[in-house]
């Protein structure tokens, strides 16, 4: 058996082709359009679904492929009718004008029921729909149905609307972690009825011939793409794991961090795993953030360039992205003006230093999965195991953990064995000098107005 992955991110979206022995047959990748639409940044839906459809095609011409599987970034829903968008799907990167900020935010749950901090733009979804429907109440009134992302894409591409609680547990501000069901946000807007049904992620949820050959190719209900990622890893039963998932957003995802050890103010919440439990969590936009301090590098970084900058002290001040652990300040970069390579050295360092604050904050002790696209030639993981030599680090075999995990979902929803391969220790880098430059750069944070920066853990 074969199943083909639709990996959606926000910045690159990617079909891959998965046999039952964890392998990678086939992948193809495309950049999603965000146009400007009737006042609102929006998806360009018709080319993104007309390359889905091609990419698809291909996959189950070429390697005959049986089941499709969706894995999707946070933050986005659609509003359905029977057959199509009742609006455009909304780019979760656009702030509501103040003054009806003012009126939604009002409205948004507390914290300690959703476990979803106040956040800008769109990141809680939630706060998208309040002001959507407070702009466009015919597009609400004419939905039939409200999806997540990835399910969208399941039903879009012919199976039933579904709801699943990895997707709706996303800082969203529509689930209530501890009750297990909608948060008062759903049921005081009237949109509970809206909600279709769950399915757990991986479930058969529709029937599609698709390809030359029209072969009847199962549709399975999406997931979130870092719980995917999580998932992927936690079937493999290696004992209590923190997991780091990059990509245009780094999340860091430690279950077993306490509940109320979470900082509405520091992007950390609660996300849902594919079963319903709570996943404290931290997040920050590590890839948007590489790129902008990088100047968009895409070639290797040598160690020689992250040793000379490590030298000289430069060092890039949070933040460059929205949202994070420390928000609230612009980015700058201090102590030198860097060449082209070296700034991507300062971006890589920049990252990793988030990340292993973000580990403090969370409460991590135990083994560290770092998975995804950052961690490319494992550079990102070697620096965090020798900022923190008192824990364990593995990377993931492939980057594509989010992938892994989703079509692990898919295989195991009807019966199938799925062997991916388990994770590999990371060498710890040697650098000198990285643990004082870690201290002066929490230090400069602090300096900057960031209070409680150099928050205690494991190093």
Wanted: hydrophobic share 45%; charged share 20%.
């Amino acid at each position: 058996m074969k199943v083909a992955v639709l990996d959606f991110g926000k910045t690159n979206s990617k079909l891959f082709v998965f046999g039952q022995d964890g392998r990678i047959l086939d992948e193809r990748r495309t950049q999603p359009k965000w146009v400007r639409q009737g006042g609102f940044s929006v998806l360009d839906e018709a080319e993104l679904h007309d390359w889905v459809l091609s990419a698809v095609a291909a996959a189950v011409d070429g390697h005959g492929v049986e089941g499709l599987m969706v894995s999707g970034h946070g933050c986005t829903f659609a509003l359905v009718d029977e057959t199509a968008l009742t609006h455009p799907i909304l780019d979760y990167e656009q702030e509501p004008p103040a003054g009806i900020a003012a009126r939604i935010d009002r409205r948004i749950p507390d914290f300690a029921e959703t476990f979803s901090p106040q956040l800008p733009l769109g990141f809680n979804y939630g706060r998208h729909m309040l002001w959507l429907q407070e702009v466009e109440p015919d597009a609400f009134a004419a939905a039939k149905a409200i999806l997540g992302y990835p399910q969208y894409w399941s039903w879009r591409l012919g199976g039933r609307p579904v709801s699943e609680v990895s997707y709706l547990g996303c800082h969203s501000h529509l689930w209530a972690p501890r009750k297990r069901d909608f948060s008062s946000l759903v049921d005081a807007q009237g949109w509970r009825g809206r909600m279709p049904s769950f399915e757990r992620a991986g479930t058969v949820i529709g029937e599609r011939r698709l390809g030359d050959t029209a072969r009847p190719v199962a549709i399975h209900n999406g997931v979130h793409d870092s719980n995917a990622a999580l998932h992927a890893y936690r079937r493999q039963e290696l004992g209590p794991v923190t997991v780091v998932s990059t990509g245009t957003w780094v999340i860091v995802l430690n279950p077993d961090c306490p509940l109320d050890a979470l900082d509405r103010d520091r992007d950390m919440l609660v996300n849902v795993d594919v079963d319903g439990g709570p996943v404290p969590t931290i997040r920050f936009m590590g890839g948007r953030e590489f790129a902008v301090i990088s100047g968009g590098w895409q070639g290797t970084i040598a160690l020689s360039s992250i040793q000379r900058v490590i030298d000289a002290g430069i060092m890039a001040l949070p933040s460059f992205a929205p949202g994070g652990p420390m928000s609230g300040h612009s980015g700058e970069i201090i102590g030198g003006t860097p060449g082209a390579e070296e700034r991507a050295a300062v971006a890589l360092l920049y990252v990793a230093l988030m990340v292993d604050l973000s580990l403090d904050l969370i409460h991590s002790l135990d083994t560290v999965i770092v998975d995804g696209g950052l961690n490319n030639g494992g550079l990102l993981a070697s620096l965090l195991a020798q900022l923190r030599p008192g824990q364990a680090f593995l990377q993931g075999a492939t980057l594509e953990g989010s992938a892994t995990g989703a079509a692990a979902l898919a295989f195991e929803s009807v019966g199938r064995e799925f062997a991916a391969d388990v994770p590999q220790p990371v060498r710890a880098s040697g650098f000198t000098g990285l643990a004082g430059y870690r201290d002066d750069w929490r230090a400069f944070a602090m300096d900057r107005g960031i209070a409680g920066v150099a928050a205690g853990g494991t190093r």
